[in-house]
């Protein structure tokens, strides 16, 4: 949730590599599990710009998360 409304947060592969540190298979639950916090800040700041897909399914907010948006 974003500022108490619902989101869908999808990350793409090349944005679990960056946070991961390296090309890997690790468990994607983990990688988000290990950066949680700063998905969230990515998310936030998305979502303050209206960066994202507001006609997402289940008609909540579609926020698709890049390695460049990683920083």
Do not use: W
Request: proline share 3%; aromatic share 4%.
């Amino acid at each position: 949730m974003v500022a108490t409304e619902p989101v869908l947060v999808e990350l793409d592969n090349a944005a679990c590599m960056k946070l991961a540190g390296r090309c890997t298979t690790l468990n994607h639950q983990s990688i988000v599990e290990d950066h949680y916090g700063e998905i969230v800040e990515v998310v936030e700041r998305l979502y303050d710009e209206h960066a994202f897909d507001a006609q997402g399914s289940h008609e909540v907010p579609h926020i698709l998360v890049t390695a460049l948006d990683l920083g």
